[in-house]
């Protein structure tokens, strides 16, 4: 069924197109009536369960955001790095300025694009190895520069105690009531929603000219750019959405743990958001949710191994790499109906 | 409508390009012929702003483009084809012409992501387009089949397609006839020759002679980088720099 997420529908006549777009949605509400209401009624009195879907929705998000630089063909190892820029937004404006989280949360996601920007442009004409190895050190840079500034961050030392997100209100309507202590129900329907709204975003994005563009970045830039593509702007673009993803995330999992350390993010999340990509399939916006959802519940059920844990997940893991190079999904899409290529 | 003036082109000590001039009217077939590193290619680069000249200007239609950069010059109205078979690999072909369309998409980045209704009619106007392309090319019935799955000849007609969906006044063929047999050489002759009915103005940077001499209307010959001879067909058939520098004693291969 997820195969219709990345169908080229922009060459079918109107009516097939808007057929071609319900499978997508329809996909959309699946996952969420699974996830808003299935999840909670089968597990929601097991909160180590819930906070593990709740990390893996998040997670998934972010992770939408390297799948969109693999969409321009770049490895993004940034992404932890522009997390952490996230995390360190809100907890800073929160705990100092006792900003509301509900405006933190996209301010931090803009933020991270805005750093993203004006990294991403210079950093973005690099391609291949030297792009994902400049990528990996920024990572590491945004977690030194946050512990070389104690008077901002507080160092080693972190921000703790993050008030938990307040009440959000509209012309004196309430909309999201203050979360309260110890309930694991809100974050994990703030992460659902997100994730959910993450993912939406990306469809649109993708099966949009923009999508097709990104793509066109990824196969030859060189024949892009004769077509008029200013090719600069488009990765830029990609890019800082991707930061965005970064930056939102970050802000979420920080005021999740209700705390903020320079190693909250490192350059193995950003590993991590990267094989969540690979392992769910880098042809499908929803590849990285897959992905995320396959690894981290794998991790979970293989717990009673105890310490053969990692290694058992790690065998797993290149077994599934080795006989699926191009994720789970791309079975899905063999399974389906050929190629178009039989045509030719 | 295009003029080159003084193009010189230095890559450390090898001088690629060196002093070209030429103009060239619109609605005329020009081909640049030269042997193998003459800087045929680097000319085309210098022309489409992939590369920028050390002197010497190129201005089309009155304006100086020289090295404004590939996409400003392509939205001027010049757009290029590539040697190799270069394409979207993963594309079917409908998908890359329409892509082509790109420069004249007016909706903002915004519009694209929530289909604008100017968005949507960019769509509809690339769609048409890109039908109508593919419909001068004879490609419409290969529309869904995937850029890589595509045979030889029929890429470097995708690179064509791609090229003129992007409606250039002025497009740049590099090597279009390399690797196609006699029979699909003939088509690409009448390609060319319709592209040009169309409004187009083709430039060829070409080695097979005998389509060269049957398309071209005036031939610019390139040696070493520089210009050493410029006329019609039958003048460069007579030239006996040409023959000296460029063809050597296989002399009999320009008749046709």
Known sequence: ?344 | MLEVRGLTKIFGGLTAVKDLNFTLDAGEILSIIGPNGAGKSTCFKLIASFLTPTTGTVRFNGKDITGIGPHAVARHGIVRTFQENTSFQDMTVREAVLLGYQKDCKASLAGMIFRSPRARRDEREAGDYADHVLDMLGMTGLANTVSAALPHGMLRNLGIAVALAARPKLILLDEPFAGLNSDETKRGVELIRKIRDEGVTPILVEHDMTAVMSVSERIVVVSFGSKIAEGTPAEIQQNEKVIEAYLGAEDTEIGL
């Open chain 1, 1 to 344: 069924m997820q195969k219709t997420i990345s169908m080229p529908n922009v060459n079918l006549p109107q009516s097939e197109q808007r057929s071609s777009a319900l499978k997508p949605i329809g996909l959309g509400l699946l996952i969420a009536a699974a996830y808003f209401i299935a999840i909670p009624l089968v597990f929601g009195a097991n909160g180590y369960l819930l906070n593990v879907f709740t990390t893996m929705a998040a997670v998934s998000f972010i992770s939408f955001g390297v799948w969109l630089t693999f969409a321009i063909g770049r490895i993004n190892l940034a992404q932890a790095g522009f997390a952490l820029i996230g995390a360190y937004v809100t907890a800073i404006l929160v705990s100092r300025l006792g900003v509301s989280f509900w405006i933190c949360l996209p301010l931090s996601g803009a933020v991270a694009a805005l750093l993203g920007g004006l990294i991403g442009w210079p950093v973005l004409r690099l391609k291949g190895v030297y792009f994902a190895m400049i990528t990996l050190c920024i990572t590491e840079a945004c977690r030194l520069t946050a512990l070389s500034f104690p008077a901002l961050t507080r160092g080693a030392q972190g921000i703790v105690d993050l008030p938990l997100p307040g009440e959000l209100s509209l012309f004196g309507l309430t909309i999201i009531p203050a979360f309260e202590k110890g309930a694991r129900l809100p974050f994990f329907y703030l992460a659902g929603t997100l994730m959910l709204l993450g993912l939406g975003f990306m469809w649109l994005l993708d099966t949009s000219r923009v999508g097709a563009v990104f793509r066109s970045l990824r196969q030859n830039e060189d024949l892009a750019s004769s077509l008029g593509i200013n090719v600069a702007k488009y990765r830029v673009v990609a890019f800082m959405v991707s930061c965005f993803y970064a930056g939102v995330g970050g802000a979420f999992f920080a005021t999740l743990q209700q705390n903020v350390y320079p190693t909250t993010f490192q350059v193995l999340d950003s590993v991590y958001f990267m094989v969540y990509c690979f392992v769910g399939g880098l042809e499908f916006v929803i590849g990285p949710l897959v992905g995320a959802l396959v690894m981290m519940s794998s991790f979970e059920l293989l717990h009673e191994f105890q310490r053969y844990q990692t290694v058992i997940f790690s065998g797993l893991m290149i077994l599934c790499i080795l006989l699926m190079p191009n994720g789970i999904l791309s079975v899905v899409k063999r399974s389906g109906k050929p190629e178009e290529a039989t045509n030719a």
